[in-house]
């Protein structure tokens, strides 16, 4: 029988034998090309001796191939909670220098456990991302243990925030983890996420494809919209993670991380009415009169570069989180589209589900028009914001900056969406459609007879908009709460957003909504 002191050292020995990985030379490898290894991207994550980790002395369980000789320490994933800023992060890890990463039935249990654990004590989840996919070996027991973490994704979604981080390879089935999860951060460099590669592309359908035009982190960012934060090294990567964390609860049944400022600061400030153009016809920067209005400008905006006629984020407003969904005239005159629906409706979704009140500034003329749009299901797409602001429950705050015309002023939160505060500025434009084409349809006939038509359609929209698109019509209506300066918005929102926090929405009991897809 060991004694004491030998069983000491078998542990030490295991220990270590466990921490360098695949071996030195695969950590020099992940290092020449500016890559932490997994436990450095866990310690990078963790304040310091906070990781507790879970099956450390795992190893895989496979036979075949000669598979059963070969050690594969913790099965190339490491797994563990640990302490983000105070609160308890669970997280899972592949590793790149253990057998590529790759995933078999061993590997696919510690991802799940870990998952269910994070659950049941109500903590948020963060996965890294670098595997050479399945474990070609294990044969379908590989492919069981992507549909048990497909499952479990499931599982959390909406109870615990879930964070991927792409750092490396992440190709086939393995990239549809990080797209059941909440947030997607990918590196720039050295990583890749696809389904299909440029050999299989050409062999199905003839069509020459480089990684670089798909499978990118700028790809994945500014063109299919999967993706929603670049990093440019896996530091900056764990910077974005806690970035993230700082404005989600821990889970579903709690507040975020409000910081409430003791003190209410009222005031007008002068900036942000000189922000607002001399014509209605002018575009503005509304990321201006975003960082007017939260705290310190600290904005992180999410999808930054994907859909920007829509522009999404989270901030603080006298130290409430928030959720900011905003039209960009700069982009498309602020008109929505397919792709501006989808971010928003997805983001819409992701912060009532962990309770971050809406605040939502409108200057958009109306769904944008085309073929494309209409053969591409504008319909059904411009239905999901609809369908996302109706059925949220959070305090919900609508600035009308400018224009809000039709069935996009619908889809931007209104009074009859459940907007509790609907602020309007003196230059907002509420109607079904704007002054110059309701000109044209109400007046076509009169314009064709008018000796000076320019000035007769002048004089026409003047009147449509005093009559039927002033804010103060729609005030007068009880359609907005009330028509401000644009420097009483800060203001007045932070006031309104600490009049509903302890809003209570009871809602007819029913699985779920259908969204329409």
């Known amino acids: 029988m060991a004694t004491p002191k030998e069983m000491m050292d078998e542990l030490k020995r295991r220990r270590e ?7 030195q030379d695969k950590i020099d490898k992940k290092h020449e090309k ?36 070969k050690r594969m320490p913790a099965d190339g994933v490491v797994s563990g909670t640990g302490i983000v800023d105070g609160r308890s992060v669970g997280v899972v890890a592949q590793d790149f220098t253990i057998g590529g990463g790759s995933v078999g039935r061993m590997h696919a249990k510690k991802f799940c456990d870990l998952m269910s654990y994070a659950v049941q004590c109500g903590m948020p989840i963060v996965t890294i991302n670098d595997s050479g996919g399945a474990r070609i070996q294990e044969g379908v027991e590989a492919l069981s243990g992507y549909g048990q973490i497909f499952y479990m994704n499931t599982y959390a979604s909406g109870v615990v925030p879930q964070i991927a ?45 480089a990684l670089e035009q798909f499978a990118t982190a700028d790809a994945h960012a500014s063109i299919s919209g999967n993706i929603h934060f670049i990093a440019e090294d896996d530091q900056h990567a764990i910077e974005i993670t806690k970035q993230l964390l700082s404005f989600l609860p821990s889970n579903n049944t709690q507040e975020p991380p409000h910081k409430p400022n003791p003190q209410i600061e009222i005031k007008i400030d002068e900036a942000l009415n000189e922000l607002v153009p001399e014509s209605a016809k002018q575009a503005f920067d509304v990321k201006k009169v975003i960082e007017r209005i939260v705290d310190d400008a600290n904005f992180l905006e999410v999808q930054a570069n994907w859909a920007k006629n829509m522009v999404v ?26 792709d501006a629906s989808d971010k928003a409706a997805r983001f819409i979704r992701t912060c009532n589900v962990f309770n971050v009140p ?66 309007a500025w003196p230059t907002a434009e509420i109607a079904v459609m704007g002054a110059e084409g309701a000109v044209k349809v109400i007046y076509g006939k009169e314009i064709k007879e008018s000796a000076n038509p320019s000035a007769f359609i002048a004089e026409k929209e003047a009147d449509y908009r005093k009559k039927f698109a002033s804010p103060y019509q729609a005030a007068e209506t009880g359609m907005v709460t009330d028509v401000i300066q644009p420097g009483q918005t800060r203001s007045l929102v932070a006031l309104g957003l600490r009049q509903t926090l302890n809003k209570h929405c009871v809602r007819p009991s029913k699985k779920h909504g259908n969204i329409p897809l």
Do not use: W
């Open 165 to 209: 981080i792409i750092a490396g390879p992440c190709a086939g089935g393995a990239a549809y983890s990080p797209a059941l999860m909440d947030f997607i951060i990918m590196t720039r460099k050295n990583a890749n996420l696809f389904i299909c590669g440029p050999e299989v592309i050409k062999a199905a359908t003839g069509e020459t494809a």
């Open 358 to 423: 809406l605040v939502n500034l409108v200057d958009t003329g109306g769904f944008f028009p085309g073929l494309r749009q209409e053969q591409g299901g504008i319909i059904r797409h411009g239905a999901k914001m609809l369908f996302a602001y109706s059925s949220a429950t959070v305090p919900k705050i609508t600035v009308i900056m400018r224009k809000a015309y039709g069935g996009a002023y619908l889809a931007m939160c209104p009074i009859d969406a459940g907007a509790d505060l609907i602020f």
């Open 313 to 338: 984020g989270f901030a603080r407003i006298e130290g409430i989180v928030v959720g900011i969904i905003a039209n960009q005239p700069m982009i498309k005159a602020g008109c929505i589209d397919i």
């Open 17 to 23: 034998g466990t921490l360098i990985g695949g071996g």
């Open 34 to 69: 500016g890559q932490l290894t997994a436990r450095e991207r866990v310690a990078s994550l963790f304040q310091p001796d906070t990781f507790q980790e879970f099956g450390m002395h795992v190893n895989h369980s496979c036979h075949n191939f000669g598979m059963e000789k």
